[in-house]
């Protein structure tokens, strides 16, 4: 319903509005419609030929040297230096003594360009002709040559905030309208110095922040504030002095320098907080009192937004209609900044009108492309940043580059955005502005406190590097999906915690006596007044309507396998085996039978951990739980009484199922492993040669990935959380005997929490315990060694969990198909040829969603990893048991929904019961897979069995003979009335 209303209100809005201008209101409206989860997948493509990348600094941030060689001050020099302010960009990376080591890095890194700005005070000292400083000029001169070189283009920018003291205290800088010539007379010396060797320009870097903070809040150097309409005299300032420059460049110097210039436009992205109309006029609104602001005037009619002047009113200056005439298309590409000093940090809120900030670089671009009559874009700026006191591993970094990236190339290959180049920011680290050195954002590591300021890659840098090198994404045969099937035995399954009970069985509900119509139309037709007698009988299995909904809702699935778990402390509530609830043994039984004859086989889990409770009888749900010695045996005579009463019916038993959660101590672990050990012996011994059935248990396992693969750092600190998570129970029973050797040794290091020690008794009544190794599987976590989120630091394990900013989210975890596969493969590994169930596997999604395109979405992608683990990768993969029958049951999971009474079949049933009826994914136009086919089953047989088709006939013959006995006594009364 919100969906269709936002897609109204957009066709609405859309009405009536030419191409431009306002013509990037489209732009939510058609994210909107994106096919989900489809569009949020990761794009597997290249960037165009000839894709400029490059990466950026700013002259204050980097140089330092800042009064060396008869530089002059700059207004950032003076604001570092007012108030209670003590840190200061004097060295900051110290480029200016460090021009090889920057020029070695750029080089390392592949870049086809690199931006940088020039010092304005450093080439004129006090900001005119007049001061010119030969050495500070020769300076970038040696810049470029070294960049030519090695075949690098710069990309030079002419004022990135660091304006001369000396026009600020004079003239009162950006304020006074003199700057335009002072400017105009600046860049006409770069471009008369450097012009011959740079083909990309930038007036002026982010005049927002120049005007807005600078000049409005006092945030950024020159530090002015208390004037409220001054940011906006400014802004107007800055557009004429961009305009001026850009009527320079493009009268004396393109017809032989063959440059383009243009002015970098930050900007943030908002979206709605509801989806209603006057929501999207104030996002729309909000970009254009921020981006807008330069942009319009630029790029559309030479004038301000109509929002911002509405709303403004005679705060915002107005251009003359020669000067709308001298600022319209002065650029000859959109350059477009997407950073921190803006997303999160500048932006106040009353500029978001009430709406929602977000970091989407992908909807931005298209904002723009739309806004402003698909201008060829630029990126000069983008990135994020890490804390001050990280050093070379930026995982969380690499990962929001990653993902703007992946956004830029969705941009250029889905959207049709002309996005002709990408700059990360920044080479090195710096000062960071206001920020001063709290934050980093550097590809390359600066240690300040050091006075050659070396540069080290960061983990960022590297993933940049092989960014390049492939010229993005390209696809790998693992990327893609594989045509296949899954073997003919293959278990196809349906998970659920737990299966509805109904104590009583309906019975027959309706006692009324009905005339069968047999010789004409077959209906029954009731008969008015009368009442059939109560049928003094036993309770059947068919009498049950609960279970014959619900083995009915599976058998329509198309699945092969029903997995469900019972409740330990409802069966044996005394804990005493020897008097179990018999009623509801009654029901697993009918249950467990009646899925028989429906074709399904039962897979029953004797005790589920959930965190919620124990489920343990009374009198072992102590404080001392599975601490207390008596509970394995407790639990194996429970098993004996399970296997006695069910096993004719029940092949497939799990006695635990997710018991290595984080919650359960060492020494409740230990107890549980003994306890699975002690049911599994019981069945193998008693009642395995007489049942036939397997016995195991499932872990729970999500896949851990080093945040960045190629680091020692980072594989270590995985392959600990999979030895404390997966190892430590499965390595007792399906490896050594013991718990794994990481896990001891770490823990020993510690000299903190120690393992329980294995006795020979109990290694040898643990070891070896399973039929087949069972997992539930979700979601994959990245882990590094980096201490970067005190919220996700794992102190004990001394990991840092994290999550790939391009996966698809979903309510609690990301959607990682591949991390099935590696999970599986981890298995075979370990376990060589062991056989392997995926007993549960599913994504939380709103109940509300029943065509849910995410559920849809990762079933069929998780199932095809499973395909690629078994026919690529040769893991012995017998089943996959999707999670969970219905959200009644399991919330947010089911393949079924309910609406007050009634059952809805959503999406991904159907989904996935057609991936069931082709065994997989096979290959089209292939021959057809030869399975022996299976055993018809008939609707009525999936819920009666013999004794209740007796029970119903016995209703029936005494129906038939009430009947008889009725027409009878009609006939003889007429008969007697007649005479």
Known sequence: ??????????????????????????????????????DKAFLYETFPEGFMWAVGTAAYQVEGAFVKDGKGLSIWDTFTRGGTRVVKGDVGSDSYHNVRADIRAIRKLGVTHY?????????????????YNEVGTNYYRTLIKKLKEIRVQPVVTLYHWDLPEHLQQSLGGWSNPQLVDIFRDYADFCFHAFGDDVKYWITIDNPFVVAQSGYGTGEEAPGVKHDPDLPFRVGHILLKAHAAVWHLYHSQYRHRQNGRISMALASHWIKPSRTRRESLIECQCSLDHVLGWFARPIFTDGDYPPCMKQRLGSKLPSFTPEERDYIKGTADFFALSHAVELSFQLISDGLKFGQQEDLDLRMLLYWVNAEY??????????????????????????????????????????????VIGYTVWSLVDGFEWHREYSVRRGLYYVDFSTTDMKREPKTSATFYRTVIQSNGFPELPDNSPVQGVFPCDFAWGVSANSIQVETMPSQFADPSVYLWNISNNGELIKIKGLIAPPLKRNIHCADYATIRQQVEEIRHIGVNHFHFSLNWSALVPSGDVSHPNSTLLGYYRCFTRQLLQANVTPVVTLWHHTKRGSSLPAPLNTANKWLNRKTPEAFADYARLCY?????????WITLNEANDEVVSYQEGHQMLRAHALAWRAYDREFRHLQGGQVSLVLHMDWVEPAFRFSREDVEPANRVLDFSIGWFAEPIFGSGDYPQGMRSWLRQLNSVSLPVFNEEDRRLIMGTYDFFAISHFSTTLVTHAKEDLYQYNAMLEVQRMSDTTWIPSPLRSVVPWGLRKALNWINEHYKNVPVYVMANGVEEDPAHFKDNLRVYYLYNYINEA???????????????AYALNDQRDPCFGLYGNVQEEVIIKASLSNYRNVIQHNGFPVQGGDPQQCPSRPMSCLSCQVLSKTPVLGFLSLVGSGVLITLGIIIYYTAKRHNESY
Request: glycine residues 10%; positive net charge; proline residues 5%.
């Open 1 to 38: 319903m919100g969906a269709l209303l936002f897609t109204c209100v957009i066709a609405v809005m859309l009405t009536g509005v030419s191409a431009k201008p306002n013509s990037g209101l489209k732009t939510w409206g058609r994210f909107q419609k994106l096919p989900y989860p489809g």
């Open 115 to 131: 931006r940088f700005s020039l010092s304005w005070a450093r080439i004129f000292p006090n900001g005119t002709r007049g001061s």
């Open 373 to 418: 009559d698909k201008p060829p874009i630029f990126v000069v700026q983008s990135g994020w940043y890490v804390l001050g006191k990280t050093k070379t591993e930026d995982s969380r970094h690499m990962y929001y580059h990653k993902r703007f990236i992946a956004e830029t190339l969705k941009s250029i290959v889905i959207d049709g955005v002309n």
């Open 644 to 652: 006695r009463e069910l096993g004719a019916h029940v092949k497939m």
């Open 867 to 881: 395909l690629k683990a078994y026919t690529l990768d040769g893991v012995n993969l017998k089943g996959y048991f």
